[in-house]
């Protein structure tokens, strides 16, 4: 299984929507930005807290026309867990 350090998956942010690991911005905000015409660098230049290896994660999947939805089940799978301390998705052991 694929590890996604770009992405977290937890019910207590963004009410369990896909965020950018260790920040509050969604996936589906990126995916939003570059639908409208936005490159990544003005993205990252945008939010700044988002590196540019998170961003090209995420844009990967962008590029394979996965939907946020798809997103999230791969990286809340039932062989995913949490964490304690990191809020990264992590294969389970």
Avoid: C, W
Avoid at 3 to 9: R, S
Avoid at 38 to 49: A, C, I, K
Avoid at 66 to 84: M, N, S
Wanted: proline share 4%; glycine share 6%.
């Amino acid at each position: 299984m694929r590890n996604f350090t770009a992405i977290t998956v937890h019910p207590e942010i963004q009410d369990g929507a896909p965020v950018f690991s260790g920040t509050r911005i969604r996936i589906e905000t990126f995916y939003d930005f570059l639908r409208i015409g936005v490159s990544v660098n003005d993205f990252l230049d945008e939010f700044p807290s988002i590196t540019r290896d998170q961003a090209l994660e995420v844009y990967e999947l962008v590029m394979r026309q996965y939907t946020i939805d798809q997103i999230k089940a791969l990286v809340d799978g039932p062989q995913t867990r949490l964490e304690t301390g990191v809020n990264r998705m992590q294969a389970a052991a």
